[in-house]
């Protein structure tokens, strides 16, 4: 596998990654008891901590990464192994 392929791969787990880190231990306004600033939407954030968000990403994307090469490498799960209804045999006719 290519480098530039490795980057990409990886860029689109950490993305992915992203998406799911985003929502946990974000707090509103409401579950804090902070006062609201004129214009401010009523789910807006008041704890968002990037750095954290950054962090626990690249984690959960090295980690996903690191079990998607493994396998790519190993070969554990194959095109075959999913294959449930039959259709590389229907491909092949």
């Known amino acids: 596998m290519d480098w530039t ?3 990409a791969i990886y860029v689109l787990f950490w993305v992915i990654s992203a998406f799911i ?3 946990f231990g974000i ?5 804090t008891g902070v006062d609201m ?3 401010q939407a009523d789910g807006a954030p008041v ?3 990037p750095g ?3 962090l626990y990403t690249t984690l959960l994307a090295t980690l996903a990464f690191v079990l998607f090469y493994f396998n790519y490498t190993n070969q554990w799960i194959t095109v075959e192994d999913i294959d449930f209804f039959g259709s590389i045999e229907r491909l092949a006719d």
């Open 5 to 7: 392929s490795i980057l």
């Open 21 to 23: 880190i985003l929502p």
């Open 27 to 31: 707090r509103n306004h409401a579950e």
């Open 37 to 39: 600033v004129q214009g």
């Open 47 to 49: 704890n968002f901590r």
């Open 52 to 54: 954290r968000v950054l």
